[in-house]
Structures are given as structure tokens and as C-alpha cells.
């Protein structure tokens, strides 16, 4: 999967969880500052990160990840590495 | 409630244009900005915009919520930056992480003050103190006033303010106690409990953090507040004691004085850890904290219940002229329990003039008590009790009353309740009541709670209350704490000072500081040896003491570096030697740097005079019972220096040995005039000199009146 199409598909997995307009999402939009995302709403996040994508975030990196350009790089990144 | 979606919330002219103080922009802000709401019920960031919304905020209301395009049907901003308006105030729930960017966008905006409700800061770690450092910073480069974070948030009772920033489940009703709390959780039980005694608030604040506003810069504001007349407060811990005495001070008298009542939690002797100096190890917060409250006029009570007791008696109630109560009750066994409660909290139980006495006679059975406490028997009914209420309130010998009822099964208590609201009406003496019980009361107690009366489960909390406003009606009495300005050489202190390093400055310096600072010093001279010694004990006159000069011998008298008594040459050179040997076999490391021949000090009461700087109150003063004693029995008081003569005087009287110096059982009393003015010089040169960390004159002796006090022994520490 290119990194294009990582991207389409994160930001409309932030739309749907977020319900926020797609205009607003950016790479660099920080969740909570920009987007308005609620403690519950981060939990959220991930879980949808890893139906759309397949894969498991680890809770300590899911922590680090405040942006969508960095949920976006993380991803990539774990698309890339051999499945276990 | 009218609302148009997506409009601002309320719009109302604006407020006085006066010159508007930093604390107006948070207590009475004409536009408040929400900075990071949501539209989830239940959660901090939806509350507290919901609370605004529904308070009847005066002013104009803008969420700033990310992505969502109103809140509460009101239009939703992305960012402060995009708000039509720059607002007074920010009110800022967003999680930690993004605290900073929210409130450099304040600071762009031009908004002048700040509500950090958020956690996650200097009570969550190293990493919550670094942020709350950053936000320090920002709050300074753009003048934000803040209070927070980590706190509940601010309410404004006051009808042109109506502001509810906070997430209290409920706006309190309005009234004119200002409540200022440190802790937020406690804030919500304290609203929940006062709205069950119909108490009603002024401003309500929970100050978190103190990151910005700080407990002094409240007191301040509340003091100049029309709306207020008594304030409470709630800490943890203290941000700048001095501050908050010298603020204290100024609230609580003079013109438009308000009464400060204080809780402060934390009663543990962990300030008090193990110290070189006498001065050090029995200044422990607690106890400092309890002088100092006391000198500043702030009453320190141990709960929250003492805490509301005294407000609403001050706040509800006309100050009492005196301290002499009556107390009417239909039941014995309570009366004689207040009447003791009453002398141990320090009232005075009125003696009633004939006349009172002759009406009580008149209209009670002959089986009541007409003396104090008039007891109008268990069957009383109404009549029974406002005949007594009416003749103890028109007596000139009482100050103030308390009325006491038990349920008995005639007793009207609703009638007696609604009297006793009449009677208060027209009455200009303090009244109080206690209702015993806790079922049958209830309707009688909810009538005198509307009423603004006084009310207290147990006569002994009523006493207890009214010895409370006592201690603020003999405050605003007491002489004010100047310090007038004493005569000392300053010079030649300065110059002992500017040549000694850090630490202990060697005895005959140290001698030669208070000397310059006016105190009783004795005679003496540091001897570099025997010879010299012998010259100059011939030239102040037997007998001497000998003293060993070291910075590394800092208890004398166990390393037997001390002799007494010396009474000619021989005896002085034989305590010479010896004592030089001594030293020299059990502490060969000690450096002498001579010996010290002082003339003998006449026996007398051995006091101490400390003095310290505190971290949080600054240079503070200590007098009690000195010598061996202090340890034991740790009877010290503490005073904030520089002191004036009434308030050395009045630490002088609060120490329990003071009884000694005022001469008991034949003993002649003590110079106390003279100890006065050596605390009075002590607290002058710790204050003068920044350096000084430490000073013990232990012991001062305390010579009768005409021999007069004199320096025994004294250390004095520098700081680098």
C-alpha cells in the first residue's frame, strides 16, 4: 500500500471517528487542537486505525502519536514490517 | 432561558469603564471564551461551558471547540484565534498537552486573565512541572492573569456578574462569604454542604495550583469586593507566607476590615526536620503557621464545620460589643454543658442586672431559673421563650445570646422557630440557636437557617462560633504591628558580616553583631593565650567564664569547652590548660581559634531568642524557655521580623513561662521591657541582613528588673 493511499484512508477513518469535515484534516493537525478529539475519542482512534489497516498499535507508540501526519508515518511503518 | 442557535451566548452592556483591577478580568469578565469544549454531557470540557450557559452569565459566551460547529447550540470556534472578540477571560479545559498552544493564542488574542481547570501539571511529575513552568512563562510574557491549573474553576454570585466557570454540579445561592479553596474536590462537598444550610457565597474559587494567582493576590482582591464580608480559606500548602501575613494584615483591619478564617491542612511535623540550631529544629511549618495566622488576624480552625460555624455567625450576625453571653434553654443538663463550653472557648457568662432578673420572675414558672443560663423548664412553650429572649436582649450587661431547645412533647418548636426569627428582626445584639436533635427539629431549624440565624447542632459549636468572632472583634482592638525604627550601628555589623564566609561566624563576631544591634552583651575579649587571658579577666573583674573559640565545637558544654566561675588568675590558667588539652585529645580537628574571657552573668530565667529564614514567610523571630529546656519543653512562639515592641510583647505573653517573668509566688518579675527590646533587635538584624541565615541567643538570661538580661551564648550562621 502506497503512502497516498495511507493517507486517503486515515483521514477518513479520523472523519468517521472525529465527525469532523474533511476540509479540516491536515497532516499536521494535532488531534485534540485541531480536531477537537475527547479522551475517548483518541481509544477510538486506534481501534479503527487497526480494523482499517490490519494491524496492532502498541499502547505506548499509539500515546505518541498526537497528528495525523504522525499517525500516518506510523502506520506506513508498520504496513512495511513482515507480518507476524 | 431564550437562546438563537449559533449566535453568542448573552450579550449585556458593559461594566463599569472604571480602571479595572487584573482580578476584575476573572470575577467579572464581560466576555468569557470556552477553550477546548465539547458536546459530551459529563465530562469536564462540556460542563463547565454548559454551567456558564445556564447560570445567567451576564456577559458574552464563546466555545472554542475543534471541529464541532456549535456547542449548546452555540456557535463553535476552531480556534481562540478565530473569536469575533478579544474576551476578558479563557477558560481552558483542554487535556495538559495542549494547555500551552490554547493559552499562546490567548495571549495573541489580548486576553488579559485565565482559568486553567486542567490537570496533568506540577502535581503530576517532573514532566506537569516542566509544562507548568512553560505556562509560567507564557502567562508572563503576555501579563495573563491565571488562576490554576488543576483546579474546579471560579464562581461569581453577584447578580450584574452571574458567572459559573467552574464544574460545581450547581451555582451556589449568592451571599457574602467568599470561599477561596486550594483543593477542588473539596469545593464541590463545601457547596453541597452549605447549600443544605442555606449558606450563600460572594465569589467561590478554587485556585488549584497557584501557578498565577496566589491566596495573598485573593485576599487582596476580596478585600476591596463590595459584595464580600467574610472570607474562607482552604490550603495545602503556602506559596509566599510573607506575602499572605503582610496581605492578611491589611484585609483584616482598619476601614473595611474582613474577617479571615483559615484552614490549614498538612499538621505534620515533617517542616520541623533535624537541625544544627534550637531555632531550626523546633520551627516546624505547623507551628510557625499557627503564630503567624495569629499575628496576621487570621482565625486558623481545625474543620470545615468550625469553619462555617464562625462564618456564619460573623457573617449573619451584628459583631457583639462584648463577650458576655446569656444563654436560655428549656433543658438543664445543656445549658450547664454550654455554660462550660462557653468559659473554656473564653466567653464570659453574663451576670444579669436586677430589672432582667425581676422580668424573668414576672414571666416564668417558679420553678425556672432566672440567673444565667435561664432555664424556662422542659414544658416551656413560645410565650415562655420570647419572654426570656426579650428580657436578656434588653439587659446591658449581655453582649450576645444563645437559645437552646430540646424536644419535649409540648414543645411548639415551629412557633418558638418563627418567634425567635421576629425577635431577631429588631434585635442589634447576636443571637444563635441550637436545636437539639436531629428529626423533629428539622422543620424549626429550616425556619431559623432561612432566617439567617445562627444555627448549631450542638450548644458547644455555638460557643465555640461566637469565642471565634471574639477572637476578630479583640483583633480589630489590638494595637496595629508597626515597626518603629530603633537606633543600631549598622556599619560595624555590616563590616563583621562582609568578612565571614558561609556558616558560623565565630563567637566574638557573632557577640560583636548583637552588640552592634544594641543587646546586653557582657564584657569580653578572644585571648590568643594564657597571658592574655589573665590581662584581660583582671580588666573586666572576677570571676570570668572561659570559653574555646571553634567553628567546629558547636555544643560547648559537651565538649567540655566552657569553664565557669573562674575567680582569680590560677583558677583561669588552670582551665586554660585544661581545657586545651581536653580538646586537643578528644577533638584534635577542631581549629581554636583562641579563648574567649567573658565576665560572669548573674543567674536569672534562661530564655531563647531565635530567629531563621523561612522559606515560605521570610526572616521570623522565636522566643520561649531556653537553655536545656527549649528541647523539652518546646514552649517557643514565633513572630514575622522585623517586630514592633507590642508584638514582641504580645509573643512574649503567649509562651507559657511568661507567668515566670512576670514573677510568681514572691519570685521578682524580669526585666520585660528589656527582653522585649531584644526581640524587638533580634528580629531588626535578621531582617536588616539577608545573609544571615540563623541566629540563637540561647540562653538570654533574664535578670530580675534592675539587674537586667544578658547575652550567655549565641550563634549566629551565614548563608554563601
Request: hydrophobic share 40%; charged share 20%; glycine share 12%.
Given at each position: 500500500m502506497d503512502r497516498s493511499e495511507v493517507e486517503q484512508r486515515v483521514n477518513k477513518v479520523v472523519c468517521h471517528v472525529?465527525?469532523?469535515?474533511?476540509?479540516?484534516?491536515?497532516?499536521?493537525?494535532?488531534?485534540?487542537?485541531?480536531?477537537?478529539?475527547e479522551s475517548i475519542q483518541s481509544v477510538q482512534l486506534v481501534a479503527a486505525f487497526e480494523a482499517e489497516f490490519g494491524i496492532e498499535m502498541d499502547n505506548d507508540a499509539a500515546l505518541k502519536i498526537k497528528t495525523v501526519g504522525t499517525a500516518v508515518d506510523f502506520i506506513a511503518a508498520s504496513l512495511q514490517q513482515p507480518q507476524k | 432561558m431564550t437562546m438563537t442557535a449559533n449566535q453568542p451566548a448573552r450579550s449585556c452592556a458593559p461594566a463599569s469603564p472604571a480602571a479595572r483591577r487584573p482580578l476584575d478580568f476573572i470575577f467579572s469578565p464581560r466576555s468569557a471564551v470556552v477553550v477546548?469544549?465539547?458536546?459530551?454531557?459529563?465530562t469536564v470540557p462540556y460542563d463547565i461551558f454548559h454551567n456558564m450557559l445556564i447560570s445567567g452569565y451576564r456577559g458574552t459566551l464563546y466555545p472554542v471547540a475543534p471541529?464541532?460547529?456549535?456547542i449548546c447550540a452555540v456557535k463553535a470556534y476552531r480556534?481562540?484565534?478565530?473569536?469575533p472578540d478579544s474576551a476578558d477571560l479563557a477558560v481552558i479545559v483542554f487535556p495538559a498537552e495542549v494547555v500551552e498552544r490554547a493559552l499562546e493564542q490567548c495571549g495573541q488574542m489580548g486576553i488579559r486573565s485565565a482559568i486553567?481547570?486542567?490537570?496533568?501539571?506540577?502535581?503530576?511529575g517532573p514532566e506537569g512541572f516542566e509544562r507548568e513552568q512553560r505556562v509560567k512563562a507564557i502567562c508572563r510574557r503576555y501579563d495573563i492573569s491565571l488562576i490554576g491549573p488543576n483546579c474546579l474553576g471560579v464562581i461569581n454570585t453577584d447578580p450584574s456578574v452571574r458567572l459559573n466557570?467552574?464544574?460545581?454540579?450547581k451555582m451556589p445561592e449568592a451571599g457574602r462569604i467568599a470561599f477561596l479553596s486550594q483543593s477542588g474536590a473539596l469545593c464541590t462537598a463545601v457547596l453541597d454542604y452549605a447549600r443544605d444550610k442555606s449558606i450563600g457565597f460572594s465569589k467561590f474559587v478554587s485556585?488549584?495550583?497557584?501557578?498565577?494567582?496566589?491566596e495573598a493576590d485573593l485576599l487582596d482582591y476580596l478585600h476591596h469586593?463590595?459584595?464580600?464580608d467574610v472570607i474562607l480559606l482552604y490550603l495545602e500548602?503556602?506559596?509566599d507566607g510573607r506575602a499572605l501575613v503582610e496581605t492578611a494584615r491589611r484585609v483584616t483591619r482598619g476601614p473595611n476590615a474582613k474577617p479571615i478564617l483559615a484552614i490549614k491542612s498538612g499538621?505534620?511535623?515533617?517542616?520541623?526536620?533535624?537541625?544544627?540550631?534550637h531555632t531550626g529544629s523546633l520551627a516546624g511549618e505547623d507551628v510557625i503557621c499557627d503564630d503567624l495566622f495569629r499575628d496576621a488576624g487570621i482565625i486558623r480552625v481545625n474543620s470545615i464545620e468550625e469553619l462555617f460555624n464562625a462564618a456564619i455567625m460573623y457573617a449573619y450576625q451584628p459583631m457583639p460589643v462584648g463577650d458576655r453571653l446569656a444563654i436560655v434553654t428549656n433543658a438543664g443538663g445543656p445549658g450547664v454543658m454550654a455554660t462550660d463550653a462557653a468559659v473554656r472557648a473564653g466567653l464570659s457568662i453574663s451576670r444579669f442586672a436586677p430589672s432582667t432578673t425581676a422580668k424573668l420572675k414576672a414571666a416564668l414558672?417558679?420553678?425556672?431559673?432566672?440567673?444565667?443560663?435561664v432555664d424556662v423548664i422542659g414544658d416551656a412553650r413560645a410565650d415562655r421563650y420570647m419572654a426570656a429572649l426579650d428580657a436578656v436582649l434588653a439587659?446591658?450587661?449581655?453582649d450576645e445570646v444563645l437559645v437552646i431547645l430540646t424536644p419535649q412533647s409540648m414543645t411548639d418548636i415551629e412557633q418558638i422557630a418563627a418567634g425567635i426569627c421576629q425577635v431577631h428582626d429588631q434585635a442589634t445584639k447576636p443571637i444563635a440557636c441550637s436545636f437539639m436533635?436531629?428529626?423533629?427539629v428539622v422543620p424549626g431549624v429550616r425556619m431559623l437557617q432561612e432566617a439567617h440565624i445562627p444555627h448549631y447542632i450542638l450548644p458547644e459549636w455555638a460557643c465555640r462560633a461566637m469565642a471565634d468572632v471574639q477572637k476578630i472583634r479583640q483583633w480589630r482592638q489590638d494595637r496595629l504591628w508597626r515597626s518603629e525604627p530603633i537606633a543600631v550601628d549598622h556599619g560595624t555589623a555590616k563590616a563583621i558580616l562582609d568578612r565571614s564566609g558561609e556558616g558560623y561566624l565565630r563567637e566574638d563576631e557573632a557577640l560583636g553583631v548583637l552588640k552592634a544591634y544594641g543587646l546586653p552583651v557582657p564584657p569580653h575579649r578572644l585571648c590568643k593565650d594564657a597571658d592574655e587571658a589573665v590581662e584581660c579577666a583582671a580588666e573586666i573583674g572576677y570571676p570570668v567564664v572561659l570559653r574555646a573559640v571553634s567553628r567546629?565545637?558547636?555544643?560547648k558544654s559537651e565538649a567540655k569547652a566552657v569553664a565557669l566561675n573562674l575567680i582569680d588568675a590560677n583558677s583561669l590558667r588552670r582551665a586554660y590548660d585544661q581545657m586545651r588539652g581536653h580538646i586537643a585529645a578528644v577533638m584534635p580537628q577542631a581549629t581554636i581559634d583562641g579563648m574567649l574571657v567573658r565576665g560572669m552573668i548573674p543567674a536569672g530565667h534562661e530564655l531563647i531568642i531565635g530567629a531563621k529564614r523561612d522559606p515560605s514567610f521570610g526572616p521570623i523571630v522565636m522566643f520561649g524557655l531556653g537553655g536545656i529546656y527549649v528541647e523539652i519543653f518546646k514552649d517557643v512562639t514565633f513572630g514575622l521580623a522585623p517586630l514592633g515592641r507590642p508584638a514582641a510583647g504580645c509573643m512574649m505573653r503567649?509562651?507559657?513561662?511568661s507567668q515566670l517573668l512576670e514573677g510568681i509566688r514572691g519570685g521578682a518579675a524580669a526585666d520585660l521591657a528589656g527582653i522585649e527590646q531584644c526581640l524587638v533587635r533580634v528580629s531588626q538584624l535578621i531582617a536588616d541582613f539577608d545573609r544571615i541565615a540563623e541566629i540563637d541567643v540561647n540562653p538570654l538570661i533574664a535578670g530580675p528588673a534592675g539587674v537586667g538580661n544578658a547575652v550567655a551564648d549565641v550563634r549566629i550562621r551565614l548563608r554563601a
Open positions: 472525529l465527525n469532523v469535515d474533511p476540509e479540516l484534516v491536515k497532516p499536521e493537525c494535532h488531534f485534540v487542537f485541531d480536531l477537537g478529539a | 477546548g469544549a465539547n458536546a459530551s454531557p459529563g471541529g464541532k460547529a456549535n480556534y481562540v484565534t478565530d473569536v486553567i481547570v486542567s490537570a496533568g501539571f506540577r502535581e503530576a466557570a467552574s464544574f460545581a454540579r485556585f488549584g495550583n497557584k501557578a498565577g494567582i496566589g469586593d463590595d459584595q464580600t500548602e503556602i506559596t499538621r505534620t511535623a515533617e517542616g520541623a526536620h533535624a537541625a544544627a540550631s414558672p417558679a420553678a425556672a431559673n432566672i440567673q444565667n443560663p439587659d446591658g450587661g449581655v436533635g436531629a428529626t423533629d567546629q565545637i558547636i555544643h503567649r509562651v507559657r513561662a
